[in-house]
Nanobody
C-alpha cells in the first residue's frame, strides 16, 4: 500500500511561484509512475504533469508547459511540482497520484493511477 501526502499549497499572487511536495510512506516511487492532477470547483479533475515509470519520460498539460516542472529525489521518496509564473486559472486543489500499472495511453488520465493523496489547495490571486 502506498500512502501519499501532499504539502506546499497556499495563496500566492499572479506571477508568483509555489513548490508542491508529495511524500510517500512505506514505499518509494522507484517502480511507480507519478503524476499531479488538479480540480477546480465544479470542474473535472485535470491532468497537470507526470513522470512515467521512474522518470523515464515526463509529460505536461499544454496549459502548464514551460511553467511547471515535475521532479523526484534520488531516494524516490518525494515528488515535487515546481510551479512558476502562476496564473489565477491555476487555482485548484492539487492531487498527487501514483501507480505501477500506468501505460502510455493512461499516463494523462486519472484511471492510470491507483494511489491518491488528499490534495493541497493552491489559490492564485489576480
Amino acid at each position: 500500500q502506498v500512502q501519499l501526502v501532499e504539502s506546499g499549497g497556499g495563496l500566492v499572487q499572479a506571477g508568483g511561484s509555489l513548490r508542491l511536495s508529495c511524500e510517500t510512506s512505506g514505499r518509494t516511487f522507484s517502480r511507480h509512475s507519478v503524476a499531479w492532477f488538479r480540480q477546480a470547483p465544479e470542474k473535472d479533475r485535470e491532468f497537470v504533469a507526470a513522470m512515467f515509470r521512474s522518470a523515464s519520460s515526463t509529460y505536461y498539460a499544454d496549459s502548464v508547459k514551460g511553467r511547471f516542472t515535475i521532479s523526484t529525489d534520488n531516494a524516490k521518496n518525494t515528488v515535487w511540482l515546481q510551479m512558476n509564473s502562476l496564473k489565477p486559472e491555476d487555482t485548484a486543489l492539487y492531487y498527487c497520484a501514483a501507480g505501477t500499472r500506468t501505460i502510455l495511453s493512461t499516463v494523462r488520465r486519472p484511471e492510470g493511477y491507483s494511489y491518491w493523496g488528499q490534495g493541497t489547495q493552491v489559490t492564485v490571486s489576480s
